[in-house]
């Protein structure tokens, strides 16, 4: 098994440690960087463990046919990750397509 991301998603999380620090969520630069790297971390451990249902119609512009998993990382923030699951070569692959979270999409979930 194994967790990968398109390059969309990994280029809105190293944007994400610049937004977060921006716009004060966190004080310090490394602190926001943590933040992103403890939710990737999380993903890439936990994506195949955790519960996952279809993704509305909604995100098919992001790829037709997945699923989401929601990750809580605090009491009002949520994320959700849409992924792909393909089979290569015998070995299961999560392809993480789009990552958001509660505040930006939850309109749409």
Do not use: C
Not at 48 to 64: I, M, N, T, V
Not at 83 to 104: A, D, L, M, P, Q
Request: glycine content about 2%.
């Amino acid at each position: 098994m194994k967790v990968i991301a398109l390059r969309s998603v990994i280029k809105y999380m190293n944007d994400l440690v610049v937004i977060l620090y921006e716009k004060e969520y966190f004080g310090f630069k490394e602190s926001a960087k943590k933040y992103v790297d403890d939710l990737l971390d999380d993903i890439t451990t936990n994506l195949p463990a955790q519960l996952r249902k279809p993704a509305p119609k909604y995100f098919d512009k992001y790829g037709k046919d997945m699923y989401y998993a929601v990750f809580r990382k605090s009491k009002n923030t949520h994320w959700y990750v849409f992924f792909k699951i393909n089979w290569e070569k015998g070995e299961e692959i999560y392809k993480i397509r789009y990552i958001s979270n509660n505040h930006v999409i939850a309109q749409y979930l």
